[in-house]
């Protein structure tokens, strides 16, 4: 059974920082392509940022800069390290696979709330 479980989200003032981890379960981790995807209100969820299984990292341009995503194979944990937090940047964040084709289950996600 695959599993998702998000945590380290937060009240953050603008400017501020946290850090994401997404512990992953059921998956072939070391093969597969992570992401990171948020959910804002009444917004659809839209992926953020991704890492390979070589490394390389791609992000949504609007978190350029800002975020860094990374992985650590020997705990099947992807991380999500964010700097800079803007109001913009309050939603959901969920860990998942960054495929085609249909997605394993969500997990419950992590609040991260920027406000002063």
């Known amino acids: 059974q695959v599993q998702f479980v998000e945590s380290g989200g937060g009240l953050v003032q603008p400017g501020g920082s946290l850090r994401l981890s997404c512990a992953a379960s059921g998956i072939t981790f070391s093969i597969s392509t992570m992401g990171w995807y948020r959910q804002a209100p009444g917004k659809q969820r839209e992926w953020v940022a991704a890492?390979?299984?070589?490394?390389?990292?791609s992000y949504v341009d609007s978190v350029k800069g800002r975020f860094t995503i990374s992985r650590d194979n020997a705990k099947n944990t992807v991380y999500l390290q964010m700097n800079s937090l803007k109001p913009e940047d309050t939603a959901v964040y969920y860990c998942n696979e960054r495929r085609l084709g249909r997605l394993p289950s969500w997990g419950q996600g992590t609040q991260v709330t920027v406000s002063s």
């Open positions: 890492v390979n299984i070589g490394g390389s990292t």
